[in-house]
Each structure stands twice: as structure tokens, then as C-alpha cells.
């Protein structure tokens, strides 16, 4: 077993040095805007069902130096058929790239822009729609449509800056529904929708810091009250290096707690692939000595038992091997946490040449119960292949099986660079696996269906006026007021956070009490079902109105929040001068605090379960009538005598 | 205009020269907005003179305004070149020769990454480079006959057009695809219908909706179409071949004379008016929807007419329109007049005075339907019957713009009007029909459930 790195929860700032871990983000974050970003559909009509469907296929262009880039040759050795499904509500003829673009969203332009001046971008003068290509079909059109409208940014984050490249406007793409063999199919409502690109500079050194960059980031576009939240609407993708290693991007990161074990893993399999590579050099293989060579081995294999072979004879497919000459033993070399190098052949056949049943390949390292010893040395045999090399077996219709021969060779060959440029994508085990040939530079040009975009100063200016506080610096300012820990942040990225300030100077209020009920009350609510949405701002300043006035009110905020969702009419002040009777006075109280205590002595033994109880019933019985404060301070004197 | 300072007007123009710096100048620019860095690049002609273009390294292009730059300063210059890759296209003794056209129009182009500016693609090493597959249908030549927008072409192009479809034939091609902008194509594809007769092979005219710089372009798939067309079908007309669904999945084959743009942007947006389509081509096969179509011969025996009278014009009626409008023709000296009339034919009696001028002044009156679809019948309402003691002649179905095209060519052979009568009322080829089939008419209504359920089953 050769020596990789310590296990996730060992791993330390120190040993992430001393690998040379970099680590950057790139985030994708949904707008809130009604209508999509270049046509009129409404946006966020998330549906399953579709009306139609529509086929097309993607055609390589050929780049500036008359070759197609990485990814467009892969694209092309795929040939896959694309079904659209389209729902009439959610897609028009745009979005089917039946109708050139409209003009962009303005008010998707102005929350892009109020975000870039949150993040300290410079805000670029005039926006040119660029396209950028994605072959794989998920945008019909071919390319998404994309614009720059800020450049070098940056947060604080601990004693230093996160640089950020650029921030971009862009388009949503389509949702995979499958991808078996040569069809891929996507649902098409998410398309066109607008969202923001923020891309950091690969300045983060930990695993940990990442995600926490990523959170800080979050709570900043969160905080504009501008943005989509829930599942799917924030998306980030992690670009990976260790020193030697490559910069690997990893997308679709739907959830921030996984990312420190996706970087984990990602640090593991470049430096895994680097050991791979000085094994492979050490043997004497270098990439002008490589050598490998293929054969049909269909006859030789035609009595197997081995289900998926047998199946395969079964399909009239045909079986191929590689030999890849000296490799023995890298094939199961492990890459990342419960994975073998294998497993990057694998990806490659699935995704190249289409052969998405799985196992699609078959190597002489298994340790699984396979295809028996003889076949093995008769396939051996046919392949002159020696105990120094390793076999892998590959089946499938001819034409993908041939791409699938060709293809594990590059792939074998690549091991010899080192770690390939890819595009991986995140699993839910915190590991992750190809996806797709990095795409080239050329990839970038200019859209002509629409013209350049000036913004004015006088624009800026009046989007400056709406860009909120950082979430840094309020959490310093509500740490000073003495709120709790664990409120700063919801607070400080929520976009009522100035309301909270506001009602907080206007109505005297402390602070804790009224971030209480702003923030921590409404979940409460929220969970037991009650429309918190009736509370707008103006009912909002109403009941801190009246409690302001009315102090003895804030005991029992629960029950009349009760009663205002029930009531016909929503008014704070009515609800209170209902409840309003004169102050309960002391010798009524007494008695009945007499007569509940009573009771408690009989119920509880120990003093703190007596005290609640007590209070309980007090507040229940006096709701109103008496301030919480003063009646425990009552209830703690009366039974303190009592014992 | 300078190359070196390309699409630049003052100021910024002036700042550029200022600072020393032009087009692809890597710079370095100190702004108030902050520092940006980049290449400069050409600015589009229809842009303001406010902005200075730049490429950032990151891919994306931004403007910057010249009031917030301080100073600009160049780092390197380099200038690039654009080519469009070549690869020979391949000879093979056994493969029909097939003889492409070009007129203009995006059926095959390339886009400048960095400026936007889209280049032609045209000769066969530029075609095969970009769609080798044409290679397995025929060998290819190509003749750039000019390079002009679409809705640019007229007379003079189509004559030329017309003259070297003639010498093509005359030299013995297999057949001719001819490249042309969408917008007037039908216009282009009638009045060939009329001035090269007796075809002994198929002339295909052929573009796209999506340019071919585009993933999802139709260029390709259309190119080829069209190609396997000439080469292979035994179709001796003029046609237009062009994507039968939005999908990916055939093209359609329409009469010259009966098809028609209807979408001012999807890719299915030719269809056959009045009638149904030819064939259907995908890249297997070609299956004909119909057996009364001119066949392949292997005689050169074509017939070229390209006369042309150039003024003859379209009105296309509407309610409340007043004699003004016909007089202003008369006045200038009109020869003919087509008119697109409402329901079976119709214009209104105030209009009567300036036909009955028209009339007197021997001046070709014909009348089509804007509804497209159906016959001109001048005998059913008294209107009718007035107006064609007026002189106008109905048009029986030709389509408005192939009425336009047939008139002016008439008008360009002879003056007599009862040899212009004769001309513009036998059908030459397919332009006027003895029947409508009653399966030809379905515009389909969106929305209702058996539409959508056509939707939902069939991806089209
Ligand atoms: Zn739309």
C-alpha cells in the first residue's frame, strides 16, 4: 500500500503547506427577479411536467488555429442526441434559440450591480454580452450568454483579502434528467434564469477556509434580500491545486458543508496521480515509451459467466482488451478516499464513448470475482502481454468500444503527465468524477446579437444607495449592542438587518429583545405554521409601537401573535387594547401566587421545575396585566421564603 | 478609417492618440473606476464614440468610458489574424460534381473570436474544414458569384445568377446548390424559376437561421441537405431546402414558386403555401411527397430568360386606403402593379378612380390574397366583378411575391398586355395550381389539445 496523505479529520494547516494546497470558488447564485435574463418568461416556474419535446445536436466550431479545443472533441466524439423538454409556461421560443435575445433584464443588471458594489468590484463602464460555449447541450443555443460587470474585487476574511476576479451576469442552463448511451435529456424551466458568477482568486489554504469563504459569501448576496435561496439556487464549483498538480475544477457543490472533504479528496487524488506518475518514470515509462495495444477478444470471452460479460455476448456486443504495457499495479493504486485509478478509466468510457451501464470496464488488478483465470491467460496470450502489465477489458456496440479503446489509452497515457486538465464533478461521498475535458480559451466571443450596454454614473449612483452595510462590519456592531453569538450572523446577512437598526433607535428598543422577536420568534412561528408573511414592515413598527408603550406586552408577544394571525383584521393595537385591563395589583397577585405554589409543592420536588410551573400558570393567568420581569423577580422572592 | 484605430470617433478616438495607443494594444488602463487590463479592440460602427473596447485575459470583452481614463499604457502590441482553416476537399471519380454558388448570407461563415466579426467560409477547403461530411456525398466546387445581405439582392444578382446557373448546366454539373441569406430567398427562388427553364438537374437554394459560428446552427445540416439534393434526388426544379421542424431531425424541399419565409426567426420558418412540399431529405435518404414533379435528364437543354422590368410594385391593401397611393405609381411610371387584396381579392370602391387611370394608362394590374392561402375569386362579390372591369386580372393562387417577380419578368419581354395576360396565367412551374389539396392548408392552432398532444408525442 503506497503512503498517501493522513486522513481527513488528522489533516492540518501545516500539512496542507506542505502540499501546496490552493484552493479557489467560483459561485453561481439565482437572482430574484421576476422574468428570466434575455427573454420574458417568469422565473422559478420550477416544473416536472413538459408539454414538448425537441431534438437537437451540438456541432463542434472549429477554434482559430483550425482545431476543435478539448472539450469540443470530446462533445463530438460523443455524438449525442439532446432532448429538450419544454413546458409552456416556463420557456418561449428564446429559449429554444428559435428567437435572437431580448434586452437584458434590467433588474436583474441593477441586483448584479448592487452585489458587485458590495464586494468592492470595479464596476466596468459598458457591458458586452459575451457567448461561452457549452457543447454538452445544457444550454439549446450552444453557448450561455454571459457579461462582465465587475472585476477585482474583495472581502476581509481573518487578518487578510480575498481577491475576487470578476463577477458575472449570466444565464441558468438546463437540468440533466439522464444520460444513458447517446441520448441526454433536460428539463428546461431553469433555463435563461438570471444569476450571478462571483470567482475568487485561488488564494484559500485549508479546506476549511474555503468553505468558510464560501459562507461569508453567501451571507453577503444574502443579505440584499435580492437573491434566491433554497435547493438549487446557490451553486458553487471549487477549483483545486497541490503543488505539481494541475488546477482541477469541481462542479455542482449544492451544499457548503461538503466542500472541505471534496478539497480533501481532490488534494489526494493530484497528489496520488503525482506518485502514479514517479512510478510509472521509475519503471522507465515515459510518454515516448509508452505503449499499449488492443484486440478483439469477443471469441475468447463468448462462455463467460461473469454477468456483465455474459450480458454483453448476450447484446451481440463486442469485447476488447488493452494492454497496457508495465503498468501492473497502477491500475489499483487508490486515488481518493475508497477509490482506485481504475476508476479514472472508468469515468472516461462512461462519459466519452457512451457506455453508461455499469461496470463498463474490467481490469486484470480485480480482486472481485471475475472472469476465470484461463480466459485470463489465453487473453493474455493473444495480447503478449507480460506479468508486468495490466489488461483492461471494455465492452459495447463496435463504433463505442472503439472510442472507448482509444480513449482508455489516452487516459492510461495522461498518467504520465501527471493530473489531466478536467472538469470533475462533486459526489454526494464527498469524492468526485470526471466530467468533461477542460474547455480552451477559445471558448469566449463576443454575442452579436445584442449591443453593448453603457452604465451610467447616474445608474451607479442610484444602486449605490441600496447596497447594504457588509455583513463584516455589522457583525462587529452587533457583537457591541451585546446580541448573542449565535443570532450575529442570521442577523447580520438577513436583508431586515437595517429595519432592525431602525426600529431598534426609533421605538428605544434593546436590541436583544427586539432581534428576539425580528428573527428568532418569526421561526418559531413559522414552524407552528402561522402566516408570518401578514407581518410586513408597517405591522411590524405597530407592535413595537405598542410595546414600546405597553412593556408588560412583550411576556406574552406568543399569544397575541396567536390571535393576530387568526384575527379577520391584522392590527396590533387593537388586539392590545383589547387585552389592555388595568394592572393586575399586588395583593391580587399574592394570593393567587399563593394558591399555585400550592400546587407546585405538591407536583415537584426539585425547586427549578417548581419555579416554571409557577410562572406558567402566573402568565397564563395574567397575561397583560403583569410585566414578565417584575413577576419573576415576585415569584423567585415567594418561594425562596418558602424554602 | 484607419485600420489602426478601427470604428473609433472622437473623443475616443482622441484619447487613444493621445496615450499612443490603437487596436490590439495590450494595455494597462488607469481609470477612476479602477485599473483595467487588456487588449484594445476594434469598436462596432453602430456604437457610441464614448467608449474605448477591451479584452480582458480573462475571455470577456467590457467598454470602458473614456471621461474615467487617466492614462493608458501599452504593454505589447499584437495584431491578430483570423483565418479560416483549410483542408482539401477530397476528389473522389466515382462521386457526382455538385457546384455551389455563393450569393452571401451566414450558410457557411466563421466568427472572429476576438472582434465578432463574422468571416465567410466558402471554398471547398474551407466547407470540407468545416463539414467533412459533404465530402461523402460529392466533389465539390464552389464560385462566389458576390457577397451581399440578403435583403441587398435585386435584379442585377439574380440575372448574374441566372447566367451562371446556365454555364454551370452547360459544362455538365450533377446539379447546383446556391448559398443565400434567408430573408428574400423565396423572392430569389421564384424569379429562378422563371428565368432558368428547363433545368436538367436540380438547383437547391439553401441557408440559415442560426449562424454556422453556432453550436446549434442549422448551416451544417441544411448544407448537407441540400447537397445530398443535388447530387442524388432526380428533382429537375428549382427549389429551396430548408429544416422541416425546429428539431434537428429533416429538411424540407418546397417549389420555388410556392414557398414562403413565415417566421421572422425559427428554423422551420419556410413553408409550402397553397400546396404541400416536394420531398423530405435527412442525411439517409430523399422520400418525395409527390410523383408530379420535373424530372433529372441528361441533356444540357436549359432555357435562360432574364428579362426584367424593374417597375412593378407590390400594394398591399388595407381598409381606408386612398386612390394616392396607386396614382403615385401611375405617376411615376409604373408599368405594373400587383396588388395583395383582402378575402377573395377586394379593395375598396374609393381606391376605383386610380385603377380605372391605371387601366387607361395600359399600366399590368394583377391581384393576389394576403391571406396567402386559397384563390383569388373576382366572380363571387360584386366587387369582384367591378374591379375586373377595372382591368385587373386575378391571379388565380400565385403567391404576392411571386405574382411581383412573374410581372416583372413579363413586363421585361414584351408590352403588349394580352402577351403579358398570357405569360403571367399559364403556370411555368407550380406558381398557379388547377387544385388545392385539401391536406396542404394546416396552419396549426397552438394550444388546443390535439395540437398539444401532437406536441407532447412527437418532437418536432
Ligand atoms: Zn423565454
Request: proline share 5%; with cysteine; hydrophobic share 35%.
Amino acid at each position: 500500500m503506497p503512503v498517501l496523505l493522513k486522513p481527513f479529520e488528522e489533516m492540518t494547516g501545516d500539512d496542507y503547506a506542505q502540499i501546496g494546497l490552493k484552493a479557489g470558488l467560483e459561485i453561481h447564485q439565482q437572482l430574484l427577479t421576476e422574468k428570466k435574463l434575455f427573454c420574458r418568461c417568469p422565473a422559478a416556474r420550477y416544473t416536472e411536467e413538459y408539454d414538448a419535446e425537441i431534438l437537437r445536436h451540438m456541432r463542434p466550431t472549429l477554434s482559430e488555429l483550425g482545431e476543435y479545443d478539448g472539450t469540443a472533441l470530446m462533445e463530438f466524439k460523443t455524438k449525442k442526441e439532446i432532448i429538450y423538454q419544454i413546458n409552456h409556461e416556463s420557456v418561449c421560443t428564446y429559449e429554444m434559440d428559435d428567437t435572437p435575445p431580448f434586452e437584458i433584464n434590467p433588474q436583474a443588471l441593477d441586483i448584479a450591480l448592487e452585489i458587485a458594489m458590495l464586494m468592492n468590484y470595479k464596476l466596468v463602464s459598458e457591458i458586452h454580452i459575451a457567448r461561452k460555449q457549452y457543447l454538452d447541450g445544457s444550454i439549446p443555443t450552444g453557448f450561455q450568454r454571459t457579461t462582465i460587470v465587475g472585476i477585482d474585487g474583495w472581502i476581509p476574511y481573518k487578518d487578510r483579502k480575498i481577491g475576487l476576479i470578476q463577477l458575472g451576469l449570466e444565464e441558468d442552463a438546463c437540468r440533466e434528467v439522464s444520460d444513458v448511451g447517446h441520448l441526454r435529456t433536460y428539463r428546461t424551466d431553469r433555463l435563461g434564469m438570471p444569476l450571478i458568477e462571483t470567482v475568487t482568486r485561488p488564494e484559500m489554504r485549508t479546506p476549511q477556509e474555503v468553505a468558510e469563504v464560501a459562507n461569508i459569501l453567501r451571507w453577503l448576496v444574502r443579505s440584499t434580500g435580492k437573491v434566491r435561496t433554497g435547493i438549487g439556487a446557490a451553486r458553487q464549483d471549487v477549483n483545486v491545486s497541490i503543488t505539481g498538480g494541475t488546477r482541477i475544477e469541481i462542479k455542482g457543490v449544492h451544499r457548503i458543508p461538503l466542500i472541505p472533504r471534496l478539497i480533501y479528496n481532490e488534494a489526494l487524488r493530484q497528489y496520488a496521480l503525482l506518485q502514479i506518475r514517479s512510478e510509472l518514470h521509475k519503471r522507465g515509462i515515459t510518454e515516448q515509451t509508452f505503449r499499449a495495444e488492443s484486440a478483439d477478444v469477443s471469441p475468447l470471452v463468448y462462455n463467460s459467466e461473469w454477468e456483465p460479460i455474459r450480458q454483453a455476448v448476450a447484446r451481440k456486443e463486442k469485447v476488447f482488451a488493452v494492454n497496457l504495457k508495465g503498468y501492473r499495479g497502477i491500475l489499483s493504486h487508490p486515488t481518493q478516499t475508497g477509490k482506485v485509478f481504475s476508476k479514472e478509466i472508468s469515468d472516461r468510457v462512461r462519459v466519452i464513448a457512451c457506455l453508461t451501464r455499469l461496470p463498463n470496464i474490467l481490469t486484470s488488478e480485480s480482486t472481485e470475482e471475475t472472469i476465470d483465470t484461463y480466459t485470463w491467460s489465453k487473453i493474455r496470450k493473444t495480447l503478449k502481454a507480460t506479468a508486468r502489465d495490466a489488461l483492461i477489458l471494455v465492452w459495447g456496440n463496435e463504433r463505442d468500444v472503439q472510442t472507448a479503446v482509444q480513449e482508455i489509452i489516452i487516459r492510461a497515457q495522461e498518467a504520465l503527465v501527471g493530473v489531466p486538465s478536467e472538469t470533475r464533478q462533486a459526489l454526494a461521498d464527498g469524492t468526485n468524477g470526471f466530467e468533461r475535458i477542460l474547455p480552451g480559451p477559445d471558448r469566449m466571443y463576443p454575442d452579436t446579437d445584442l449591443p453593448p450596454l453603457e452604465i451610467t454614473e447616474e445608474r451607479i449612483e442610484r444602486l449605490r444607495k441600496n447596497v447594504p452595510q457588509p455583513v463584516w462590519e455589522r457583525i462587529e456592531k452587533y457583537k457591541k449592542m451585546g446580541l448573542p453569538e449565535h443570532v450575529l450572523i442570521p442577523i447580520a446577512a438577513s436583508p431586515l438587518a437595517p429595519f432592525f437598526e431602525k426600529v431598534c433607535e426609533d421605538y428605544m428598543l434593546s436590541p436583544k429583545r427586539a432581534a428576539n422577536l425580528l428573527f428568532e420568534k418569526t421561526k418559531y412561528w413559522r414552524r407552528r405554521g402561522w402566516p408570518v408573511k401578514r407581518i410586513g414592515q408597517e405591522e411590524w413598527r405597530q407592535l413595537f409601537a405598542e410595546l414600546s408603550a405597553n412593556p408588560r406586552f412583550w411576556s406574552c408577544v406568543d399569544a397575541l401573535a396567536e390571535e393576530f394571525f387568526t384575527a379577520p383584521q391584522a392590527d396590533w393595537t387593537a388586539l392590545i387594547n383589547k387585552h389592555k385591563k388595568t394592572a393586575a395589583d399586588e395583593a391580587t397577585l399574592q394570593s393567587a401566587l399563593q394558591a399555585v405554589a400550592g400546587e407546585a409543592q405538591k407536583r415537584f420536588t426539585d425547586s427549578d421545575k417548581r419555579h416554571r410551573y409557577i410562572m406558567g400558570k402566573m402568565m397564563e393567568q395574567f397575561r397583560g396585566q403583569v410585566e414578565g420581569g417584575k413577576l419573576n423577580e415576585m415569584v423567585k422572592k415567594y418561594t425562596e421564603k418558602d424554602e | 478609417m484607419e485600420e489602426a484605430y478601427k470604428g473609433y470617433r472622437d473623443p475616443a478616438l482622441a484619447v487613444l492618440k493621445e496615450n499612443k495607443v490603437r487596436v490590439w494594444s495590450d494595455v494597462e488602463m488607469d481609470t477612476s473606476r479602477g485599473n483595467f487590463k487588456g487588449i484594445i479592440l476594434p469598436r462596432s460602427e453602430t456604437a457610441d464614440e464614448r467608449h474605448i473596447v477591451l479584452k480582458l485575459h480573462n475571455g470577456y470583452n467590457i467598454g470602458v468610458a473614456v471621461h474615467t481614463i487617466r492614462q493608458i499604457r501599452e504593454i505589447s502590441y499584437k495584431k491578430a489574424e483570423y483565418k479560416i482553416p483549410e483542408k482539401e476537399f477530397p476528389y473522389d471519380p466515382k462521386k457526382p460534381n455538385v457546384k455551389l454558388l455563393g450569393t452571401g448570407g451566414t450558410i457557411a461563415s466563421r466568427l472572429d473570436y476576438r472582434t465578432g466579426a463574422v468571416i465567410p467560409a466558402f471554398s471547398p477547403g474551407e466547407l470540407y474544414g468545416s463539414v467533412p461530411e459533404l465530402a461523402d456525398i460529392c466533389n465539390l466546387e464552389t464560385e462566389k458569384l458576390y457577397g451581399v445581405f440578403s435583403e441587398n439582392m435585386g435584379p442585377e444578382q439574380w440575372i448574374a445568377t441566372a447566367e451562371a446557373i446556365g454555364r454551370e448546366i452547360e459544362k455538365g454539373v450533377q446539379g447546383i446548390v446556391i448559398g443565400h441569406g434567408t430573408d428574400v430567398m423565396h423572392h430569389t427562388a421564384a424569379i429562378l424559376s422563371f428565368m432558368v427553364q428547363n433545368s436538367p438537374v436540380p438547383i437547391v437554394m439553401v441557408g440559415s437561421q442560426r449562424s454556422s459560428d453556432r453550436p446549434s446552427s442549422d448551416a451544417a445540416l441544411n448544407l448537407i441537405h441540400a447537397v445530398k439534393t443535388t447530387a442524388e434526388s432526380d428533382i429537375a426544379e428549382t427549389l429551396v431546402c430548408m429544416f422541416g421542424p425546429t428539431s434537428d431531425q429533416y429538411g424540407i424541399l418546397h417549389r420555388g414558386t410556392r414557398v414562403r419565409k413565415m417566421h421572422s426567426s425559427y428554423r422551420s420558418t419556410f413553408r409550402t403555401i397553397g400546396d404541400i412540399p416536394l420531398a423530405l431529405v435527412d442525411r439517409e435518404k430523399i422520400t418525395p411527397l409527390r410523383s408530379d414533379y420535373k424530372r433529372r435528364r441528361d441533356d444540357r437543354d436549359v432555357i435562360i430568360n432574364t428579362a426584367f422590368e424593374e417597375k412593378v410594385s407590390i400594394v398591399y391593401y388595407y381598409p381606408n386606403m386612398k386612390p394616392d397611393i396607386i396614382d403615385s405609381l401611375i405617376d411615376n411610371g409604373y408599368r405594373g402593379i400587383v396588388i395583395a387584396g383582402t378575402g377573395l381579392g377586394h379593395v375598396n370602391k374609393p381606391v376605383y378612380p386610380a385603377l380605372k387611370r391605371a387601366q387607361e394608362k395600359g399600366i399590368a394590374v394583377y391581384m393576389t390574397v394576403q391571406t396567402l392561402w386559397g384563390y383569388v375569386q373576382m366572380y363571387v362579390y360584386e366587387t369582384g366583378r367591378e374591379l375586373q372591369q377595372l382591368g385587373v386580372v386575378p391571379a388565380a393562387n400565385m403567391l404576392p411575391e411571386v405574382a411581383y417577380v412573374k410581372l416583372a419578368w413579363a413586363l421585361g419581354q414584351t408590352d403588349d398586355l394580352a402577351r403579358v395576360k398570357e405569360i403571367m396565367l399559364t403556370p411555368i412551374a407550380g406558381e398557379i395550381t388547377e387544385r388545392e389539396p385539401y391536406n396542404g392548408y394546416l396552419i396549426y392552432q397552438g394550444g388546443i389539445p390535439e395540437v398539444e398532444a401532437f406536441l407532447r408525442k412527437i418532437k418536432r
